[in-house]
């Protein structure tokens, strides 16, 4: 059985593109039909950009056919205003290659996620910090320099908190205000913990609230839209039961790289460890997720970013440093 195929079997999603090509090569050993994969380095992030090109690609992913961008910044993890601002301005220019929307047309911005909980309040946040222009473009036009775009943003909270499903509160929202684009921000769980909080993901296909989690809601898309639909996403918590699988894969090669003990690393059944991560998991089995004590700072951290990026991208005419002048 392979990681995927247990994955799968423990009803694990894998919301990350990169994460999952990692997989699919590693439990097949070769390079995946149908996806192209590019990088770009710069000097504090790395960028892997993968292309799901047909169906039988997207059936081996598990994700739709698009393109996804991801941005590996390790030092966002570090208190640095300036690398902060680079790592915003990087992802300012994958978001732009994304953009297909003249200086006109409209933006929604959608913050996923339920403010009340740390690590899934990043879409809440991000919202706190963009700049918003559509009431100015509106009411205040004579308070406008040039190259802002019409810009709105919605927190719609979650479907505990509502009673009402996401997807129907933004499918409202579009339908009266008609944006030509919507980006949808919202938290994610990742296969490895280095990623948390320093993996950004760009999809042009939508989004699946709570599907990291197992909690699958209607999808944002264009489908369910009736316009395009840019997700950011970035990891903020990592399964448990990833965290001991990992640990057992780990014990088990460091078995069969001893001698005088590896003889019986080969018998372990992929069946057995899944049973026994059950079973340390107790009765939260694979509904248990581990997020880092810092949290706090690091939505913070990674909440300027987004917006930063976001404002950049659809405000190019604008200088970066006088965001501050429009900023609620």
Known sequence: MGKRELYTSMGLGIDMALEAHDIVRGDTGQEIPGVRMDKKTYPNAEVSIIGIMDKSAEAMMGKPVGTYITIDAP????????????????????????LKIGPDDSVLLVGLGNWNATPDALGPRVINYTLVTRHL???APQDLSGGLRSV???APGVLGITGI???EIIRGVVEKT???????IDALAAQ???????SIQLADTGIAPGSGIGNQRMGINRETMGVPVIAIGVPTVVNAAVIAQGTLDRFLQQLA???ALGQNAGSFNPIILENIIKEVLGPYKTNLMVTPKEIDDLIEAIGKIISGGISIALHPSVDPEEFHMYLH
């Open 137 to 139: 473009k509106k009411y």
């Open 257 to 259: 790289n001893n001698p």
């Open 192 to 198: 490895n913990t280095e990623r948390i909080a320093t």
């Open 152 to 154: 709105s943003a919605l």
């Open 178 to 184: 008609q944006p030509n684009l919507i980006i949808a």
């Open 165 to 167: 499903e996401t997807a």
């Open 75 to 98: 030092e966002i993890r570090q208190n640095n205003k300036q690398v902060h601002n680079e790592i915003a301005e990087v992802l300012a220019e994958q978001l732009s290659s994304m």
